[in-house]
């Protein structure tokens, strides 16, 4: 780390699932952007493919196998995205050879009690979180907390998966039923 990112604090941390288990631990952004990939042998950033499965200081070959779900979705994963924390929000451009899906509070219409997941196909880019859309959904949710979704809810949280899309438009339901997806939780007061 550079002397002038140990002085930045983190913007984001993300975590990595595989189905309903997170694999490896937070991993802290403190540059404005950052590669989030496979195995790439000169990437930097956040490389999925050296998390082990369970205890973070166990060693990756005394993992238990993973489903052939999961190894043939980590496959699809290659250059994976890069996500960019910028003046209007933060943005994900898809720079794997399959689609992402992705789910965030200012993606979805306010007031709207179903789940918006949007796709985004490879070379393209998405602004997963509106700072402004953000501010603005959480003083209506101030004024009338009863228009809150049941269950658990994090408005600053992103979520991607790779190749897999969920929602009401898919087989799969909710995220924790894709195989391999990331967990993006902003810090909204740097």
């Not at 941390?13 to 802290?28: D, I, K, N, S, T």
């Not at 989030?36 to 200081?57: A, E, I, K, M, R």
Request: charged content about 15%; hydrophobic content about 30%; overall charge positive.
């Amino acid at each position: 780390m550079s002397p002038d990112v140990s002085k930045q604090s983190q913007w984001c941390h993300m975590a990595y699932w595989e189905h309903r288990e997170r694999v490896g631990r937070l991993y802290p952004v403190y540059q404005t952007s950052v590669s989030v990939f496979y195995d790439l042998p000169q990437g930097t950033g956040f490389c999925l493919g050296q998390l082990s499965l369970h205890n973070n200081h166990q060693l990756c070959s005394t993992d238990q196998p993973r489903s052939s779900t999961v190894q043939h979705t980590r496959a699809k994963i290659g250059y994976g995205i890069l996500l960019s924390k910028e003046p209007d929000g933060v943005w994900a451009y898809n720079r794997s050879q399959h689609p992402i899906f992705v789910n965030s509070p200012t993606l979805d219409v306010p007031g709207s009690r179903s789940l918006v997941v949007r796709k985004v196909m490879t070379g393209y880019s998405i602004r997963v979180f509106d700072w402004e859309r953000s501010s603005m959904l959480r003083s209506l949710q101030h004024a009338d907390p009863i228009e809150m979704l049941e269950g658990p809810y994090d408005p600053n949280s992103v979520r991607i998966s790779f190749a897999k899309g969920w929602g009401p438009c898919y087989s799969r339901q909710f995220i924790t039923s894709c195989p391999c997806w990331l967990e993006i939780l902003l810090n909204t007061h740097t």
